[in-house]
Protein backbone atom coordinates (compact mmCIF):
# COMPACT_ATOMS: atom_id res chain seq x y z
CA UNK A 1 0.00 0.00 0.00
CA UNK A 2 1.57 3.64 -1.35
CA UNK A 3 1.92 6.23 1.83
CA UNK A 4 -0.10 9.12 0.90
CA UNK A 5 1.44 12.39 0.52
CA UNK A 6 -0.32 15.13 2.49
CA UNK A 7 -0.88 18.46 0.95
CA UNK A 8 1.67 20.29 2.94
CA UNK A 9 4.26 18.16 1.98
CA UNK A 10 3.46 17.72 -1.52
CA UNK A 11 3.12 21.52 -1.35
CA UNK A 12 6.75 21.81 -0.14
CA UNK A 13 7.76 19.89 -2.96
CA UNK A 14 6.34 21.82 -5.32
CA UNK A 15 7.26 25.24 -3.90
CA UNK A 16 10.91 23.69 -3.69
CA UNK A 17 11.24 22.80 -7.04
CA UNK A 18 9.81 26.04 -8.51
CA UNK A 19 11.97 28.29 -6.65
CA UNK A 20 14.62 25.76 -7.20
CA UNK A 21 14.45 26.62 -10.86
CA UNK A 22 13.38 30.10 -10.98
CA UNK A 23 16.72 30.74 -8.95
CA UNK A 24 19.03 28.69 -10.84
CA UNK A 25 17.73 30.93 -13.84
CA UNK A 26 19.23 34.43 -11.92
CA UNK A 27 21.97 33.70 -9.51
CA UNK A 28 24.87 33.38 -10.65
CA UNK A 29 23.93 33.17 -14.09
CA UNK A 30 21.32 36.16 -14.62
CA UNK A 31 24.03 38.94 -13.99
CA UNK A 32 26.85 36.96 -15.72
CA UNK A 33 24.21 36.25 -18.82
CA UNK A 34 23.37 40.11 -18.83
CA UNK A 35 27.16 41.26 -19.08
CA UNK A 36 27.98 38.23 -21.57
CA UNK A 37 25.49 40.41 -23.87
CA UNK A 38 27.59 43.37 -23.65
CA UNK A 39 25.15 45.50 -20.84
CA UNK A 40 27.01 47.89 -18.75
CA UNK A 41 26.68 48.14 -15.27
CA UNK A 42 24.55 51.12 -14.86
CA UNK A 43 21.65 49.43 -16.65
CA UNK A 44 22.22 45.46 -15.69
CA UNK A 45 20.04 46.66 -12.56
CA UNK A 46 16.94 47.21 -14.80
CA UNK A 47 17.15 43.96 -16.53
CA UNK A 48 17.55 41.97 -13.25
CA UNK A 49 14.46 43.71 -12.01
CA UNK A 50 12.37 43.15 -14.54
CA UNK A 51 10.38 40.09 -12.83
CA UNK A 52 10.88 41.52 -9.74
CA UNK A 53 8.90 44.84 -10.85
CA UNK A 54 5.99 42.20 -12.61
CA UNK A 55 5.19 41.18 -8.81
CA UNK A 56 3.96 44.43 -8.01
CA UNK A 57 1.26 44.33 -10.39
CA UNK A 58 0.31 40.71 -10.25
CA UNK A 59 0.49 39.26 -6.62
CA UNK A 60 -2.51 41.18 -5.31
CA UNK A 61 -4.85 39.92 -8.14
CA UNK A 62 -3.31 36.40 -7.64
CA UNK A 63 -4.24 36.35 -3.66
CA UNK A 64 -7.59 38.33 -5.23
CA UNK A 65 -8.33 35.32 -7.55
CA UNK A 66 -7.25 32.70 -5.13
CA UNK A 67 -9.90 34.09 -2.42
CA UNK A 68 -12.50 33.71 -5.36
CA UNK A 69 -11.82 30.54 -6.93
CA UNK A 70 -9.37 28.64 -4.62
CA UNK A 71 -5.79 28.15 -4.24
CA UNK A 72 -4.98 25.49 -6.57
CA UNK A 73 -5.90 26.90 -9.70
CA UNK A 74 -4.00 29.92 -9.18
CA UNK A 75 -0.99 27.53 -8.31
CA UNK A 76 -1.27 25.66 -11.50
CA UNK A 77 -1.04 29.29 -13.45
CA UNK A 78 1.91 29.86 -11.95
CA UNK A 79 3.37 26.29 -12.71
CA UNK A 80 2.79 26.34 -16.45
CA UNK A 81 4.99 29.22 -16.12
CA UNK A 82 7.71 27.52 -14.37
CA UNK A 83 7.86 24.66 -16.76
CA UNK A 84 8.27 26.79 -20.03
CA UNK A 85 9.77 29.82 -18.99
CA UNK A 86 13.01 28.54 -18.92
CA UNK A 87 13.41 27.01 -22.19
CA UNK A 88 13.29 30.76 -23.51
CA UNK A 89 16.16 32.38 -22.24
CA UNK A 90 17.80 29.77 -24.52
CA UNK A 91 16.62 31.62 -27.92
CA UNK A 92 17.97 35.34 -26.56
CA UNK A 93 20.62 37.15 -28.53
CA UNK A 94 19.60 40.85 -27.41
CA UNK A 95 18.45 42.82 -24.17
CA UNK A 96 15.01 43.19 -25.33
CA UNK A 97 14.54 39.52 -25.40
CA UNK A 98 16.02 39.09 -22.15
CA UNK A 99 13.71 41.49 -20.86
CA UNK A 100 10.59 40.19 -22.30
CA UNK A 101 11.79 36.77 -20.99
CA UNK A 102 12.24 37.87 -17.19
CA UNK A 103 8.93 39.91 -17.32
CA UNK A 104 7.10 36.28 -18.14
CA UNK A 105 8.83 34.38 -15.79
CA UNK A 106 8.21 37.15 -13.02
CA UNK A 107 4.32 36.28 -13.40
CA UNK A 108 5.24 32.72 -11.97
CA UNK A 109 6.83 33.55 -8.40
CA UNK A 110 4.56 36.44 -8.03
CA UNK A 111 1.70 34.17 -8.59
CA UNK A 112 2.95 31.88 -6.23
CA UNK A 113 4.37 33.16 -2.98
CA UNK A 114 1.48 34.67 -1.80
CA UNK A 115 -1.29 31.99 -3.18
CA UNK A 116 0.51 29.24 -1.58
CA UNK A 117 1.48 31.13 2.39
CA UNK A 118 -2.58 31.84 2.39
CA UNK A 119 -2.96 28.18 1.51
CA UNK A 120 -0.99 27.25 4.77
CA UNK A 121 -2.36 29.90 6.38
CA UNK A 122 -6.19 28.58 5.90
CA UNK A 123 -5.07 25.28 7.03
CA UNK A 124 -2.87 25.99 10.40
CA UNK A 125 -4.19 28.07 12.71
CA UNK A 126 -2.06 27.08 16.06
CA UNK A 127 1.66 27.10 14.87
CA UNK A 128 1.02 28.84 11.37
CA UNK A 129 4.23 30.54 11.95
CA UNK A 130 6.14 27.59 12.45
CA UNK A 131 4.60 26.01 9.27
CA UNK A 132 4.58 29.11 6.74
CA UNK A 133 8.32 28.56 7.66
CA UNK A 134 8.81 25.07 7.01
CA UNK A 135 7.22 25.96 3.59
CA UNK A 136 9.96 28.74 2.96
CA UNK A 137 12.39 26.66 4.00
CA UNK A 138 11.21 24.27 1.39
CA UNK A 139 11.51 26.55 -1.37
CA UNK A 140 15.11 27.57 0.19
CA UNK A 141 16.00 23.84 -0.70
CA UNK A 142 15.88 24.74 -3.91
CA UNK A 143 17.37 28.36 -3.51
CA UNK A 144 20.59 27.47 -1.74
CA UNK A 145 20.55 24.44 -4.29
CA UNK A 146 20.35 26.58 -7.00
CA UNK A 147 23.59 29.14 -7.07
CA UNK A 148 25.93 25.94 -6.56
CA UNK A 149 24.23 23.94 -9.51
CA UNK A 150 23.94 27.20 -11.40
CA UNK A 151 27.46 27.85 -10.94
CA UNK A 152 28.72 24.42 -12.20
CA UNK A 153 26.52 24.50 -15.41
CA UNK A 154 28.04 27.95 -16.43
CA UNK A 155 30.80 27.00 -19.07
CA UNK A 156 32.70 30.30 -19.81
CA UNK A 157 29.72 32.58 -21.93
CA UNK A 158 27.28 29.27 -22.56
CA UNK A 159 24.32 29.45 -20.47
CA UNK A 160 22.41 26.59 -22.18
CA UNK A 161 22.92 23.85 -19.89
CA UNK A 162 22.21 25.79 -16.77
CA UNK A 163 18.69 27.00 -18.30
CA UNK A 164 18.04 23.24 -19.49
CA UNK A 165 18.05 22.51 -15.87
CA UNK A 166 16.12 25.24 -14.99
CA UNK A 167 13.57 23.85 -17.31
CA UNK A 168 13.78 20.25 -16.08
CA UNK A 169 13.10 21.60 -12.72
CA UNK A 170 10.03 23.43 -13.39
CA UNK A 171 8.10 20.49 -15.56
CA UNK A 172 8.74 18.75 -12.44
CA UNK A 173 7.38 21.40 -10.64
CA UNK A 174 4.22 21.46 -12.81
CA UNK A 175 4.26 17.78 -12.28
CA UNK A 176 3.52 18.20 -8.89
CA UNK A 177 1.08 20.60 -8.57
CA UNK A 178 -1.14 18.65 -10.85
CA UNK A 179 -1.24 16.58 -7.81
CA UNK A 180 -2.16 19.10 -5.30
CA UNK A 181 -5.50 17.80 -3.46
CA UNK A 182 -6.40 21.37 -2.66
CA UNK A 183 -10.16 22.74 -2.83
CA UNK A 184 -11.25 24.78 -5.18
CA UNK A 185 -14.17 27.55 -3.76
CA UNK A 186 -16.06 27.40 -6.81
CA UNK A 187 -16.85 25.64 -10.23
CA UNK A 188 -17.66 29.21 -11.69
CA UNK A 189 -15.25 31.09 -14.20
CA UNK A 190 -12.94 33.97 -12.35
CA UNK A 191 -14.75 36.26 -13.93
CA UNK A 192 -18.61 34.90 -12.77
CA UNK A 193 -16.84 34.82 -9.12
CA UNK A 194 -15.43 38.60 -9.10
CA UNK A 195 -19.10 40.01 -10.29
CA UNK A 196 -20.75 38.29 -7.74
CA UNK A 197 -18.20 39.23 -5.09
CA UNK A 198 -16.73 42.44 -5.82
CA UNK A 199 -18.57 44.27 -3.33
CA UNK A 200 -17.04 42.43 -0.82
CA UNK A 201 -13.07 41.95 -2.52
CA UNK A 202 -13.70 45.98 -2.67
CA UNK A 203 -13.90 45.84 1.03
CA UNK A 204 -11.33 43.58 1.98
CA UNK A 205 -8.62 45.71 0.14
CA UNK A 206 -9.45 48.52 1.90
CA UNK A 207 -9.52 47.08 4.87
CA UNK A 208 -6.01 45.85 3.86
CA UNK A 209 -4.98 49.46 3.16
CA UNK A 210 -6.27 51.05 6.27
CA UNK A 211 -4.63 48.62 8.55
CA UNK A 212 -0.95 50.34 9.82
CA UNK A 213 0.27 46.84 11.04
CA UNK A 214 -0.18 45.13 7.31
CA UNK A 215 1.35 48.40 5.78
CA UNK A 216 4.45 48.80 7.89
CA UNK A 217 5.04 44.53 7.68
CA UNK A 218 4.73 44.77 4.13
CA UNK A 219 6.85 47.75 4.04
CA UNK A 220 9.58 46.20 5.92
CA UNK A 221 9.40 43.44 4.30
CA UNK A 222 9.94 45.29 1.25
CA UNK A 223 13.07 46.84 2.81
CA UNK A 224 14.41 43.30 3.35
CA UNK A 225 14.40 42.38 0.05
CA UNK A 226 15.88 46.03 -1.35
CA UNK A 227 19.12 44.75 0.53
CA UNK A 228 18.30 41.74 -0.89
CA UNK A 229 17.87 42.17 -4.29
CA UNK A 230 20.85 44.49 -4.23
CA UNK A 231 22.98 41.39 -2.96
CA UNK A 232 22.16 38.63 -5.61
CA UNK A 233 22.40 41.18 -8.70
CA UNK A 234 25.94 43.00 -7.60
CA UNK A 235 27.67 40.56 -5.53
CA UNK A 236 28.06 38.09 -8.30
CA UNK A 237 29.87 41.06 -10.37
CA UNK A 238 31.59 42.34 -7.62
CA UNK A 239 33.53 39.06 -6.67
CA UNK A 240 33.76 38.33 -10.34
CA UNK A 241 35.34 41.37 -11.95
CA UNK A 242 36.60 43.14 -9.12
CA UNK A 243 38.00 39.97 -7.23
CA UNK A 244 38.28 37.41 -9.45
CA UNK A 245 36.81 34.90 -8.34
CA UNK A 246 34.68 31.87 -10.69
CA UNK A 247 31.05 31.43 -10.73
CA UNK A 248 31.51 28.21 -9.04
CA UNK A 249 32.94 29.55 -6.28
CA UNK A 250 30.47 32.52 -6.40
CA UNK A 251 27.87 29.86 -6.63
CA UNK A 252 29.18 27.86 -3.27
CA UNK A 253 29.01 31.31 -1.31
CA UNK A 254 25.04 31.90 -2.71
CA UNK A 255 24.57 28.38 -1.76
CA UNK A 256 25.97 29.28 1.74
CA UNK A 257 23.69 32.30 2.30
CA UNK A 258 20.45 30.29 1.22
CA UNK A 259 21.83 26.91 3.43
CA UNK A 260 22.02 29.66 6.56
CA UNK A 261 18.77 30.59 6.10
CA UNK A 262 16.80 27.06 5.08
CA UNK A 263 18.43 25.79 8.53
CA UNK A 264 17.75 28.42 10.83
CA UNK A 265 14.01 29.48 9.20
CA UNK A 266 11.59 26.92 11.53
CA UNK A 267 13.31 27.72 14.54
CA UNK A 268 12.74 31.30 13.96
CA UNK A 269 8.69 30.70 12.99
CA UNK A 270 8.72 28.89 15.89
CA UNK A 271 10.24 31.50 18.29
CA UNK A 272 7.49 34.15 16.65
CA UNK A 273 4.69 31.67 17.56
CA UNK A 274 5.97 32.07 21.03
CA UNK A 275 7.44 35.10 21.74
CA UNK A 276 6.07 37.39 19.13
CA UNK A 277 6.66 38.58 15.43
CA UNK A 278 7.71 42.43 15.72
CA UNK A 279 11.18 41.67 17.87
CA UNK A 280 12.19 39.09 15.45
CA UNK A 281 11.44 40.93 12.56
CA UNK A 282 13.23 43.94 13.88
CA UNK A 283 16.44 41.83 15.39
CA UNK A 284 16.62 40.22 12.12
CA UNK A 285 16.32 43.31 10.00
CA UNK A 286 19.47 44.75 12.28
CA UNK A 287 21.43 41.61 11.81
CA UNK A 288 21.20 42.10 7.93
CA UNK A 289 22.02 45.80 8.08
CA UNK A 290 25.61 45.24 10.21
CA UNK A 291 26.47 42.22 7.67
CA UNK A 292 25.09 43.95 4.26
CA UNK A 293 27.46 47.17 5.49
CA UNK A 294 30.56 44.78 6.26
CA UNK A 295 30.59 42.54 3.29
CA UNK A 296 32.56 43.67 1.14
CA UNK A 297 34.88 45.48 3.31
CA UNK A 298 37.31 42.34 3.09
CA UNK A 299 38.76 40.51 0.10
CA UNK A 300 39.28 36.93 2.21
CA UNK A 301 36.69 34.78 0.39
CA UNK A 302 36.32 32.79 4.23
CA UNK A 303 35.33 35.88 5.67
CA UNK A 304 33.36 36.84 3.28
CA UNK A 305 31.44 33.28 3.26
CA UNK A 306 30.99 33.88 7.13
CA UNK A 307 29.14 37.76 6.57
CA UNK A 308 26.69 36.02 4.00
CA UNK A 309 25.83 33.01 6.22
CA UNK A 310 24.86 35.74 8.69
CA UNK A 311 23.10 38.04 6.16
CA UNK A 312 21.05 34.64 5.30
CA UNK A 313 20.24 34.36 9.46
CA UNK A 314 18.99 37.74 9.00
CA UNK A 315 17.17 37.32 6.49
CA UNK A 316 15.26 34.18 7.96
CA UNK A 317 14.39 35.86 10.88
CA UNK A 318 13.16 38.64 9.00
CA UNK A 319 10.84 36.66 6.57
CA UNK A 320 9.55 34.05 9.05
CA UNK A 321 7.90 36.26 10.64
CA UNK A 322 6.60 38.84 7.94
CA UNK A 323 3.56 36.39 6.10
CA UNK A 324 3.00 34.88 9.47
CA UNK A 325 2.29 38.49 10.84
CA UNK A 326 0.17 40.08 7.81
CA UNK A 327 -1.79 36.63 8.27
CA UNK A 328 -2.89 36.76 11.59
CA UNK A 329 -3.82 40.66 11.03
CA UNK A 330 -6.17 40.40 8.36
CA UNK A 331 -9.11 38.66 8.21
CA UNK A 332 -9.93 35.06 6.90
CA UNK A 333 -12.04 35.88 4.08
CA UNK A 334 -9.46 38.12 2.59
CA UNK A 335 -5.77 36.46 3.45
CA UNK A 336 -5.25 35.99 0.17
CA UNK A 337 -5.77 39.19 -0.72
CA UNK A 338 -3.41 40.49 2.23
CA UNK A 339 -0.98 38.09 1.27
CA UNK A 340 -0.83 39.59 -2.54
CA UNK A 341 -0.53 42.89 -0.74
CA UNK A 342 2.01 41.80 1.59
CA UNK A 343 3.99 40.66 -2.16
CA UNK A 344 3.49 43.75 -4.34
CA UNK A 345 4.77 45.79 -1.12
CA UNK A 346 7.81 43.54 -1.35
CA UNK A 347 8.22 43.48 -5.07
CA UNK A 348 8.56 46.95 -4.90
CA UNK A 349 11.57 46.75 -2.70
CA UNK A 350 13.18 43.76 -4.61
CA UNK A 351 12.52 45.83 -7.91
CA UNK A 352 14.12 48.83 -6.81
CA UNK A 353 17.22 47.60 -4.77
CA UNK A 354 18.87 46.76 -8.58
CA UNK A 355 18.04 49.66 -10.10
CA UNK A 356 18.69 52.55 -7.34
CA UNK A 357 22.25 50.61 -6.63
CA UNK A 358 23.30 49.90 -9.65
CA UNK A 359 23.08 54.03 -10.05
CA UNK A 360 24.95 54.29 -6.76
CA UNK A 361 27.40 51.88 -7.70
CA UNK A 362 28.02 53.84 -10.92
CA UNK A 363 28.57 57.34 -8.32
CA UNK A 364 30.48 56.55 -6.00
CA UNK A 365 31.98 52.72 -4.88
CA UNK A 366 30.88 49.04 -4.09
CA UNK A 367 31.64 49.87 -0.53
CA UNK A 368 30.04 53.27 -0.06
CA UNK A 369 27.10 51.33 -2.06
CA UNK A 370 26.94 48.56 0.62
CA UNK A 371 27.49 50.36 3.48
CA UNK A 372 24.51 53.42 2.74
CA UNK A 373 21.89 50.16 2.29
CA UNK A 374 22.96 48.26 5.69
CA UNK A 375 23.19 52.03 7.61
CA UNK A 376 19.46 52.24 6.11
CA UNK A 377 18.30 48.93 7.42
CA UNK A 378 19.66 49.65 10.53
CA UNK A 379 18.33 52.63 11.07
CA UNK A 380 14.62 50.90 9.25
CA UNK A 381 14.56 48.68 12.30
CA UNK A 382 14.71 50.87 15.38
CA UNK A 383 11.60 52.87 13.76
CA UNK A 384 9.67 49.48 12.96
CA UNK A 385 10.15 48.39 16.22
CA UNK A 386 8.98 51.66 17.72
CA UNK A 387 6.01 51.95 15.67
CA UNK A 388 4.55 48.38 16.03
CA UNK A 389 5.02 48.80 19.82
CA UNK A 390 2.02 51.40 19.36
CA UNK A 391 -0.09 49.19 17.77
CA UNK A 392 -2.39 46.17 19.22
CA UNK A 393 -1.55 43.03 17.65
Known sequence: MKAKISPFVMLCIMGGLAIFSSTMAKNPALPLFIRSIGVPESTLGFIAAASTVVGIVVS???????????????????????????????????????????????????????????????????????????????????????????GLLIFGNDFRWVYLADGVAGVLALLAAIRLPLATNTSKSAWQSFKQQRGKYGQEILFVFRHPGILATSSIEAVQ??????????????????????????????????????????????????????????????????????????????????????????????????????????????????????????????????????MLITAYSYQTTFGIIGAGLVVVSLIYWLYMRRIPI
Open 60 to 150: LPAGILSDLIGRRRVILIAAVIFATAPFLYLVINEPWQLVMVRIYHGFATAILGPVAAAAIADTFEKGRGERMAWYSSATMIGRFLAPFIG
Open 225 to 358: YFAFGSLETFLPVYLNEKLGYSAWEIGVLFTIQILSATLIKPIMGRLSDRYGRVIMISAGLLLGGATTATLILSSNYFVIALLIAIFGLGLATVTASTSALVADLSRAQGRGTALGILSSIMDIGHSTGPMVTG
